[in-house]
């Protein structure tokens, strides 16, 4: 008898090769010259229920089936969605459900293949799989390219005629670990980071390799296969600048279209390629310093005008044109910047010690402030090498200001708090200090009031002893004051303190915390988790852009010279620094609820909503992040309890087992030997590693993040770099204080050419772009097949949709000072969206993706 042979319909949706934001109109027609040779697009379905029968457990593939009408089909000026028929012949009997298909382009370009769905299985109806991916000419693959249907399985689980496939597919992405890396390859792997330096240009531009010590540990990064530098083989080579924005990651892991054009459009492209060359020589030609604080203001109410040379001059590539399209102007070659949101309402309200303090709670980096424990501070330095780091604060300091309570009191009742930057920086200080930077290592004391506010109490400014480190600390305190030379004595300090929260923000709150340490995560679920895994599901859209943003800033933000290394005060030493803070770094202590405790900010209790009181009951951070973390953990888990019935099933799931052993012992390898890893032998190890990660990558990442230029980009603000010591009576610099204290802050705090660098770097990371994708939102609507699934994502949506209004009516609540202040700046770095792109101040996207 004959098997009755039937026509299945499909149709294929793709987007075309583009460049920058239009189509790659030679490679469309050079596409519909193969056509005409028999060059096409072909696709295979394979059963995920029958063998191929022919002895091997690989699924039967079905006949060969072509794109349909591709020479017919009009590309559009600008990227969109191309959409083909496909007809596949069917086979009535033995072939059952598909489960998979290969493809092979036999094109001469490349295209991102979004979806196939197949109308009308006979006995299974519509069958859909969402593939995002690029796939390039077959002659680029040793193998087929696979996609797999919407439908999870664990390892166990996994069909039979499926399971070759997905374990070949695993194998294809962690490719051999050797060659250089192209743009085609699919590769995820490890390197240390040995590609940040440049000692071929010379021995300033060479840094440590940071991963694989012990005294420099970090996680790792994406591997590219550069070669070694000539001059020192333990270094990468680097690329050219203008190769900077092709440097290799996976072409999956890429920006989009959307994405890449608001990239450039808002500069980066120019700070790197043109800004930072042409303007390092703008102190020869204008005056490097602001004369006044109406001169920064300048920025945003009227612009800067470049000389005239570097606008129309023969010898240079600055010119109008590429200001008009790349850079903040006017059209006249005017840097003009928009106006950050803390000097939106008040010029001058920033300067209040109300709202210095407000911001260690509800600014850009409120996750340092710790609660005091003893008194004085002590220090966690080895005294054999540092000393005695005790602080100089006395009681004597700060007696008079805690509103009647003794120091103890004060204390016991948690009235006491520090923002303690002395550890962190103190051995870096004298190095630091070497360099055009002038700074110390802070301590500063804050009391809460009985209104809910913080008032900050004293300050320490600490300096190595002049005769080595051995010999401790020399100190400094300031208390507050605020008319007189006295006054603008204690503007310097906060001035001092700012610095310091500035640099650990940028290298340690925002990159090591978010960006670094989650890479080596997007690496091992790649190479160990397949598509067809529910982790995957679950974890994909939250490494969505972290490898090219962390590959744009190895390249040009972070490197030997960099942009960071000139705007942030530990200059060279900036991920030194960052590397040594690693070294304390704990997995299970990033979760939201375990670093308050951590910190001394919440105190456990099983009576409050999370399992924990806030001390600080007014600290807007903590108060949204709470209820952002426990819609994160109650999604993850009954996503996890779908597909785990118990420990056991945890322990038995192969993938998830390498995945974990791989982030630990290779991701994560420097801390491969540490004793608080979850061991990934319970469905809780699972949950609570998995909401950590979620929480880093999305909400953490956004509120260290999305604030950069609202708060900081009025840079009297947020200083990033001090040029002068404190001045010492009886001075010039003293006498001038006394006589013109703005002028004298101003020289003390960034230039004008850093400045500039600056807030133009973090304009361009405030920005959400055009196709954000937030936190309860995926870009595919049907990721899973599972319903229970996407019924569980959709409550999740609408617990974030709550709390967004929770959000909105404590903002507008006047009870909580803390999250207005005096600035009148809402607290929104934690709503959970935002209905806008640009710099908006608000929403959490999944991923880390700026």
């Given at each position: 008898m004959h098997k009755k042979k039937l026509k299945i319909k499909g149709r294929v949706v793709l987007m075309k090769k583009n460049v920058l934001d239009f189509i790659d109109l030679g490679g469309s027609i050079v596409d519909r010259v193969d056509e005409l040779l028999g060059k096409n697009v072909s696709l295979q379905l394979i059963s995920s229920t029958h063998s191929d029968n022919k002895g091997s457990l690989k699924g039967k593939l079905g006949a060969v089936a072509h794109l349909e009408h591709w020479i017919t089909n009009v590309s559009s000026v600008t990227p969109q969605d191309s959409i083909f028929d496909i007809t596949f012949d069917w086979e009535e009997q033995g072939f059952g459900r598909p489960g998979a298909f290969l493809i092979n382009n036999f094109h001469h370009t490349e295209f991102y293949l979004k979806t196939l769905t197949l109308e009308d299985i006979p006995g299974h109806g519509a069958v859909h799989f969402v593939c995002n991916s690029w796939v390039y000419p077959a002659h680029k693959y040793k193998t087929p390219r696979v996609f797999f249907s919407n439908q999870s399985y664990l390892p166990g689980e996994t069909p039979a005629s499926l399971a070759h496939y997905r374990e070949q597919e695993l194998v294809n992405l962690r490719g051999d670990g050797s060659g250089e890396l192209q743009e085609w390859d699919r590769v995820y792997d490890y390197a240390y980071y040995n590609d940040l330096g440049n000692p071929d240009r010379g021995q300033d531009f060479a840094r440590p390799v940071l991963g694989g010590s012990s005294d420099y540990p970090y996680p790792r990064r994406g591997r590219t296969g550069r070669p070694p530098a000539t001059t020192d083989p333990s270094s990468e080579s680097r690329l050219s600048v203008l190769a900077s924005l092709n440097i290799y990651v996976p072409r999956d892991e890429r920006f989009g279209h959307l994405k890449m054009s608001d990239f450039l459009a808002h500069g980066?492209?120019?700070?790197?390629?043109?800004?930072?060359?042409?303007?390092?020589?703008?102190?020869?030609?204008?005056?490097?310093?602001?004369?006044?604080?109406?001169?920064?203001?300048?920025?945003?109410?009227?612009?800067?005008?470049?000389?005239?040379?570097?606008?129309?001059?023969?010898?240079?590539?600055?010119?109008?044109?590429?200001?008009?399209?790349?850079?903040?102007?006017?059209?006249?070659?005017?840097?003009?910047?928009?106006?950050?949101?803390?000097?939106?309402?008040?010029?001058?309200?920033?300067?209040?010690?109300?709202?210095?303090?407000?911001?260690?709670?509800?600014?850009?980096?409120?996750?340092?402030?710790?609660?005091?424990?003893?008194?004085?501070?002590?220090?966690?330095?080895?005294?054999?090498?540092?000393?005695?780091?005790?602080?100089?604060?006395?009681?004597?300091?700060?007696?008079?200001?805690?509103?009647?309570?003794?120091?103890?009191?004060a204390v016991e009742a948690n009235r006491l708090y520090i923002l303690n930057h002395h550890d962190s920086l103190m051995p870096y200080i004298r190095r630091i200090n070497t360099t055009t930077t002038k700074t110390y290592a802070t301590r500063t004391l804050l009391f809460l009031q009985n209104d809910g506010r913080l008032r900050p109490v004293a300050i320490e400014l600490s300096l190595p002893h002049p005769d080595g480190d051995q010999f401790g600390a020399i100190s400094k305190v300031f208390t507050p004051a605020k008319d007189g030379v006295q006054g603008s004595i204690w503007q310097l300090a906060r001035a001092y303190v700012a610095v310091n929260d500035s640099g650990v923000h940028e290298l340690i709150s925002h990159w090591l915390r978010t960006h670094a340490v989650i890479e080596p995560l997007v690496i091992a679920t790649n190479r160990q988790l397949s598509v067809l895994h529910p982790i995957y599901k679950l974890l994909d859209p939250h490494f969505r852009d972290t490898m090219n943003?962390?590959?744009?800033?190895?390249?040009?933000?972070?490197?030997?010279?960099?942009?960071?290394?000139?705007?942030?005060?530990?200059?060279?030493?900036?991920?030194?620094?960052?590397?040594?803070?690693?070294?304390?770094?704990?997995?299970?202590?990033?979760?939201?609820?375990?670093?308050?405790?951590?910190?001394?900010?919440?105190?456990?209790?099983?009576?409050?909503?999370?399992?924990?009181?806030?001390?600080?009951?007014?600290?807007?951070?903590?108060?949204?992040?709470?209820?952002?973390?426990?819609?994160?953990?109650?999604?993850?888990?009954?996503?996890?309890?779908?597909?785990?019935?118990?420990?056991?099933?945890?322990?038995?799931?192969?993938?998830?087992?390498?995945?974990?052993?791989?982030?630990?012992?290779?991701?994560?390898?420097?801390?491969?030997?540490?004793?608080?890893?979850?061991?990934?032998?319970?469905?809780?190890?699972?949950?609570?590693?998995?909401?950590?990660?979620?929480?880093?990558?999305?909400?953490?990442?956004?509120?260290?993040?999305?604030?950069?230029?609202?708060?900081?980009?009025?840079?009297?603000?947020?200083?990033?770099?001090?040029?002068?010591?404190?001045?010492?009576?009886?001075?010039?610099?003293?006498?001038?204080?006394?006589?013109?204290?703005?002028?004298?802050?101003?020289?003390?705090?960034?230039?004008?050419?850093?400045?500039?660098?600056?807030?133009?770097?973090?304009?361009?990371?405030?920005?959400?772009?055009?196709?954000?994708?937030?936190?309860?939102?995926?870009?595919?609507?049907?990721w899973t097949e599972d319903a229970r699934a996407i019924e569980a994502f959709e409550r999740f949506g609408h617990k974030l949709s709550q709390i967004e209004k929770q959000i909105i009516e404590m903002n507008e609540d006047g009870k909580w000072t803390n999250r207005v202040g005096p600035v009148n700046m809402p607290y929104t770095l934690l709503y959970p969206t935002s209905t806008e792109s640009g710099i908006t101040g608000k929403g959490i996207p999944n991923s880390v993706a700026i």
């Open positions: 980066l492209k120019s700070i790197s390629q043109v800004l930072v060359p042409e303007l390092t020589n703008l102190p020869d030609s204008v005056h490097n310093e602001f004369e006044s604080f109406e001169d920064v203001l300048a920025l945003y109410e009227g612009g800067i005008k470049l000389p005239e040379h570097l606008i129309n001059g023969h010898d240079h590539h600055l010119r109008l044109e590429f200001l008009k399209e790349f850079l903040p102007t006017d059209g006249e070659g005017l840097f003009k910047f928009p106006m950050p949101q803390v000097i939106k309402e008040d010029k001058s309200a920033w300067r209040t010690d109300e709202e210095f303090a407000r911001e260690m709670l509800a600014g850009v980096n409120p996750v340092i402030i710790t609660r005091l424990k003893e008194f004085p501070p002590t220090s966690k330095l080895d005294p054999k090498v540092y000393g005695d780091q005790t602080s100089k604060i006395t009681p004597d300091h700060i007696q008079n200001q805690l509103d009647g309570l003794g120091i103890d009191q943003i962390n590959a744009f800033a190895r390249q040009i933000l972070i490197n030997a010279g960099g942009v960071v290394e000139i705007t942030v005060f530990p200059g060279k030493y900036a991920m030194e620094l960052s590397s040594a803070i690693y070294k304390d770094w704990v997995f299970p202590h990033q979760a939201l609820p375990v670093d308050l405790v951590n910190r001394g900010m919440a105190v456990e209790d099983t009576a409050s909503p999370h399992g924990i009181r806030l001390l600080v009951e007014d600290y807007p951070y903590a108060v949204d992040g709470l209820k952002i973390w426990s819609a994160i953990e109650s999604w993850v888990e009954e996503y996890c309890n779908l597909y785990y019935e118990s420990d056991e099933a945890i322990q038995k799931d192969t993938e998830l087992q390498s995945w974990w052993k791989e982030v630990r012992e290779v991701g994560h390898g420097d801390k491969k030997d540490e004793p608080w890893w979850p061991k990934m032998v319970s469905r809780k190890e699972l949950i609570d590693s998995c909401t950590i990660i979620i929480w880093l990558a999305s909400a953490l990442h956004a509120a260290t993040n999305f604030g950069q230029y609202p708060y900081a980009g009025y840079l009297p603000n947020r200083p990033t770099i001090t040029r002068r010591f404190m001045p010492e009576p009886g001075s010039p610099e003293y006498d001038e204080l006394c006589s013109n204290p703005d002028k004298v802050f101003l020289r003390t705090v960034t230039a004008r050419f850093e400045t500039m660098l600056g807030i133009a770097i973090i304009e361009i990371l405030s920005r959400h772009s055009s196709d954000e994708i937030y936190l309860g939102q995926r870009d595919a609507p049907g």
